[in-house]
């Protein structure tokens, strides 16, 4: 595989990896940080600082935009849940496990 070919297979699969986001907004970001030690907003933080390389008119929330495949506010009115004792809980205990984001 050319160094083009991988950039290609890797951006068809972060690609796919948004969509399947955007399909199930029912999975909540505090769930994914505790499971998974990065959400939603550390996609769009990563995406927002590889972006802002090309075009340093990028910002945060057109990642956001992108990540989320609508503003955030829209996202939090319409799928964002208050999160439960029990939820942050497991989110203080998976803070080692967080994604480390540099600056965006």
């Not at 595989?1 to 890797?10: G, H, L, N, P, S």
């Not at 929330?61 to 497991?90: L, N």
Request: charge should be negative.
């Amino acid at each position: 595989m050319t160094k083009e070919q991988q950039t290609q297979a890797e951006a068809a699969a972060f690609r796919s990896l948004i969509a399947h986001l955007q399909e199930h907004s029912e999975v909540q970001n505090i769930d994914l940080m505790t499971l998974a030690g990065f959400c939603r907003n550390c996609l769009s933080k990563w995406y927002s600082a590889e972006a802002k390389k090309l075009d340093p008119g990028f910002d945060y929330a057109d990642a956001q935009d992108f990540v989320y495949g609508m503003s955030i506010e829209d996202w939090k009115r319409d799928f964002q849940t208050s999160a439960s004792d029990e939820q942050m809980e497991r989110y203080e205990n998976s803070k080692p496990r967080h994604a480390k984001i540099s600056s965006y």
